[in-house]
């Protein structure tokens, strides 16, 4: 494969202002230990797990919190930190809704004091009993799709479509947000070790690393590192929004196209974000369960931005007071990254297995509310990486014809936001589209 | 739900705005009102501003709540529209034109169907077609570039010529806006830079025009430059509002927009087409919007529906060139019911304002010759003349002014091979002929360049102008006193301009006595004073050489012919 070829997606797409300048040069420095941590029992895509703890119970960083039961779709919960429980409570969550979740007060004193399990021997293991040992190993450290969807990655290196390439998602589209950045800098050991082990598990016989060439020095640690990988290859990805949404990942790397509700494995590809496989890495070879993620707080809107190592618990408030607090007053403060994030007021809303970034945003960056006519410019046709006509699907939202917006591809958008971002009316179509998922019967979903 | 929808994302905005992109069009019209203003004077540039002003003044009262003394034009949508309105007008227009056109563009096209982003069709567009329907008479006062006070003349669609330089310079009679082809394309080069130009709509509009012209045998490089179909596809075709929002559909819609124009300029009685093409296509806008679906991203299953869309798009076209067919097919039936030979496009571009024509003389050799009157005054005769070429039948079109110069000259139809044979249409062929008179008709045959690769067919052209000039030859009155037999009444038949003409001639001591018409079918108003003064005169004077009457010349010559033919020429 040319190592210097550049890709992406056929048609739509936009490009973003980036603003990784602000912290891809930022080394990740960790969270000090807050006050007290409120850890969420549902950190994942699912159900959420059990208490495995009392009140008054002391726990050590790495204890299981939430257990996880036999069926369905969960993810064990762990202690981010020491320190006794002080009782359980609902914690608010960016989207509004509440979990059930510990809340923890730390041993400032007893941090290093920590529970881990044994690492994982896979030397000499047939393919059948390494797959057995890696998925098992996943389960308990508790770890999650680290992207942002948060989908138990057990789970997922557990279906059982073949598949012979694992795609490492590091095109990081988003603006603001430098995680996978900092990480493929800083951590492409660990990722190029993860990645081996994720494409032996699942038996693929080949991983490439994707990155955006706005990510420079990114692109050259992952080039650097392919070549000692004979099975591993870097791609460079042209800076297009939304190169990080999976199935666009697939189109632009490898051409293929994943049909309309199927999975990556219907291509035989599995998509797994940078620090999902860092994680798995950490898992197998030192027996560390997920209980901390790189979180940026970036943004014109704080004082200093910083790429920091957080332990789950810690509230949004914690990160952004260690970052210097507000640089403007009234930042908007938006959980994500500013394209798919939800916007919060609440600061105390603890940081989970989900939290990519913490973007502070000025007023003027900030979309307004004030929309016009549609003028039927067609930009959002053009950039949507679907294939919809975002203006003719809203427009049947907000006339209530359900049944023509559905067939105009309600449901086969993926959120990205790129219509709206540059739609010169500025009308919110992602917040019309949501009103029409949300009006159409379950049972058509 | 929950309450998720307030706060989703996106959180940031590009800077584009509807504001944006109106000022961005508006600013790419610069170098057309640049070219404006040097080619046809400051009422050229009064007739645009005038147009965007009082656009904008109109629409005040319905979008006062946007304004604001900071933001008086508000999105500037009104304004883009009356100065686009303004650069299709005729350079001659009168001073109300621009406030006929900003009424007509706020609330007929714009305001009654909801503003902004909800009307059908381009307002400008609009604006212009009801004043061409309104105010025919107003979209012919042509002028001649940079001779601001020069009489009106013909745009070169409509017969007067110009090489493809001066096409694409802009050095040639037209609307405002269009001439300039160069200053277009400045203005285009900016929206491109800008990401604002509809190029698929574009691109489909002249591909298909060239491609259109090509099919019907006429030179696809002047079909592009000269008139409107420049302008048009960059800035009329293309707005936002009234085009497909989808890529595929955005080059349906273009393709329509040049099939269409070229059919309506070629095949029907009106001198452009653009005005009448985008409306269509705007019209069948929304049809294309719903039929023309992409498949999804993903959708691989249905990958099928690839055809269909294919099959839409086919569709979409046939309809488009079949009510372009159609229209054609109407306005040859209207034609045959026009009381006069001469086409109204062509009095309407060589002689703009004039609505009367008087059958010169009868058809002889194919060549019918039509004396002109503007405002009762004789303003110079049309010519026709018909030559057989390479393949067929070449007709030819000869303006001439009173001086019997040729001021206008346009092939009206041939049927000479689409590559070469068709190059008689180019400008710098038939501008040899200019200025060529009645004087010496065989000097056109003479001196004549012929086109290298169609020296049959440019021959044939020649020889129908020599023939056309020679009309003042062949029937020429005879000079001098006439010569008469035995005393005797004689009986004699001409050709008047409604029809035959009888006289009785009575010669008495070798002098012609009395004339009496015996019947003829002249106009009463205009041709029975003829009847009578071209009698007495012939009687006064013993000659038949003598001045036709103004205004029935050919009634005039028909009882001339009918006395001479009574005394037995």
Redesign the interface.
């Known amino acids: 494969m040319d190592n210097t070829s550049i890709k992406k997606f056929p048609i739509g797409g936009t490009h973003l202002p980036e603003e990784k300048e602000l912290t891809t040069h930022v080394a990740i420095t960790p969270l000090p230990v807050p006050a007290e941590v409120l850890i969420p029992l549902k950190q994942h895509l699912g159900a959420p797990v059990e208490p495995a703890v009392k009140v008054g119970d002391r726990v050590r960083r790495g204890d299981v919190l939430g257990h996880r039961i036999q069926t369905g779709i969960r993810a064990i919960v762990h202690s981010s930190v020491t320190g006794e429980v002080l009782g359980f409570e609902d914690a608010p969550m960016p989207d509004g809704s509440t979990v059930h979740a510990v809340r923890i007060r730390p041993d400032q004193s007893a941090q290093t004091d920590e529970t881990l399990m044994k690492p994982l021997d896979l030397e000499g293991l047939s393919a059948e009993d390494y797959r057995a040992a890696v998925i098992a190993r996943v389960e308990e450290a508790g770890i999650v799709g680290l992207g942002g969807a948060t989908f138990p990655t057990h789970i997922k290196l557990g279906l059982e479509d073949p598949v012979d390439t694992v795609v490492i998602n590091g095109a990081e589209c988003e603006p603001y947000i430098t995680v996978d950045d900092r990480l493929m800098q800083e951590r492409a050991d660990a990722l190029f070790r993860g990645l081996e082990i994720v494409r032996r598990t699942v038996g693929a016989e080949r991983g490439v690393v994707a990155c955006e060439i706005n990510k420079p020095d990114a692109l050259q640690k992952i080039r650097e590192m392919a070549v000692n990988y004979p099975h591993i290859d870097a791609q460079a990805l042209d800076t297009r929004y939304p190169h990080g949404a999976e199935k666009h990942l697939i189109k632009a790397v490898l051409d293929r196209e994943v049909p309309l509700r199927a999975l990556p494995s219907a291509v035989g590809v599995l998509v797994n974000n940078v620090q999902t496989v860092i994680a798995i890495a950490d898992a197998v070879d030192s027996g560390r369960p997920l209980t901390h993620r790189v979180v940026t707080v970036s943004g014109h809107g704080v004082h200093e931005p910083k790429n920091l190592l957080v332990p789950v618990g810690a509230t949004i408030g914690d990160a952004i007071e260690f970052c210097g607090g507000d640089a403007v007053t009234d930042p908007v403060i938006v959980v994500g990254g500013p394209m798919t994030g939800l916007e919060i007021s609440n600061r105390a809303i603890p940081m989970t297995k989900s939290t990519g970034g913490i973007v502070l945003l000025t007023v003027e960056e900030h979309a307004g509310n004030v929309h016009m006519a549609c003028i039927n410019c067609g930009k959002c046709v053009e950039v949507c990486p679907m294939y919809l006509p975002p203006s003719r699907m809203t427009a049947y939202v907000n006339a209530n014809m359900l049944e023509e917006a559905t067939n105009a591809g309600l449901h086969a958008c993926i959120l990205c936001g790129a219509c709206q971002f540059v739609c010169p009316s500025k009308r919110p179509l992602v917040e019309w589209i949501k009103k029409g998922r949300s009006l159409v019967s379950p049972v058509r979903r | ?14 800077r ?3 504001k ?2 109106m000022w961005d069009v508006s600013i790419a019209l610069i170098p057309v009102i640049a070219a404006a203003g040097i080619f046809f004077g400051p009422w050229a540039l009064y007739l645009i501003f005038a147009s965007a002003f009082a656009t904008a003044i109109v629409e005040i009262p319905f979008v006062w709540k946007q304004l604001s003394w900071r933001n008086p034009l508000g ?1 500037g949508s009104a304004f883009l529209a009356g100065l686009l309105f303004g650069l299709t007008l005729a350079p001659g227009s009168p001073w109300w034109i621009p406030i006929f056109g900003a009424v007509m563009i706020v609330v007929v096209a714009k305001q009654a169907f ?5 009307n059908f069709f381009n307002p400008a567009l609009v604006a212009r077609a009801i004043l061409l329907a309104a105010y025919p008479g107003l979209s012919t006062g042509w002028r001649v570039p940079l001779e601001y006070d020069a009489v009106t003349t013909a745009t070169p669609l409509t017969g007067a010529s110009a090489d493809y330089l001066e096409l694409f310079l802009g050095y040639i009679p037209g609307s405002i806006g269009e001439v300039s082809a160069l200053a277009l394309l400045i203005g285009a080069a900016y929206l491109l830079v800008r990401g ?1 130009l ?1 190029w698929r709509v574009t691109i489909g509009y002249l591909g298909a025009a060239v491609i259109t012209a090509l099919i019907l045998g006429v030179d696809p490089l002047f079909t592009i430059l000269a008139g409107s179909i420049m302008f048009a596809a960059l800035f009329m075709a293309s707005d ?8 595929f559909p ?1 080059l349906i819609y273009g393709i329509g927009c040049g099939v269409l124009t070229v059919t309506i300029r070629e095949l029907t009685q009106l001198p452009e087409g653009t005005t009448y093409a985008v409306l269509i296509m705007n019209g069948l806008t929304p049809l294309i ?1 719903a039929t023309v ?9 249905k990958r099928g529906r690839r055809f269909m869309v294919a099959g839409a798009a086919a569709a979409v076209l046939v309809v488009a060139v079949g009510v372009a067919f159609g229209t054609g097919a109407l306005s040859s039936f209207a034609e045959s019911y026009y009381v006069d030979g001469a086409t109204r496009q062509d009095l309407a571009s060589f002689f703009p304002g004039a609505r009367h024509v008087h059958r010169y003389d009868s058809e002889r050799d194919g060549v019918r010759v039509e004396q002109v009157f503007l405002n009762r005054e004789p303003a110079g005769y049309l010519v026709y003349a018909s030559e057989y070429g390479y393949k067929s039948r070449i007709d030819m079109v000869l303006a001439l002014d009173n001086e019997d110069r040729i001021i206008g000259i346009r092939v009206a139809d041939h049927n000479e091979s689409a590559t070469l044979g068709a190059l008689i249409r180019r400008p710098s062929f038939l501008n040899q002929f200019l200025r060529r008179s009645t004087d010496n008709p065989d000097a056109v045959v003479d001196s004549l360049d012929v086109i290298s690769g169609a020296t049959v067919s440019s021959r044939a052209v020649a020889s129908a102008v020599q023939e056309a000039l020679s009309f003042r030859i062949a029937p020429a009155a005879p000079a001098g006193r006439i010569e008469v037999g035995e005393d005797g009444e004689y009986e004699g038949t001409g050709s008047g301009y409604n029809g035959r003409i009888r006289v009785r001639v009575t010669v008495e001591g070798g002098e012609v006595t009395a004339i009496e018409i015996l019947s003829h079918s002249e106009t009463p108003d205009i041709g029975g004073p003829a009847l009578e003064r071209i009698s007495e005169a012939v009687i006064d004077r013993q000659s038949l050489d003598v001045d036709t009457v103004s205004g029935a010349t050919g009634t005039s010559r028909g009882v001339l012919g009918a006395i001479q033919n009574a005394l037995g020429d």
């Open positions: 739900m929950s309450t998720t929808v307030r706060s989703s994302g996106p959180h940031i905005e590009s584009d705005t509807v944006r992109a999105d909801g503003g902004l982003g909800h604002i509809g936002m509002v009234t085009s497909p929002v989808a890529r955005q919007n679906v992409q498949t999804f991203f993903g959708d691989v299953v």
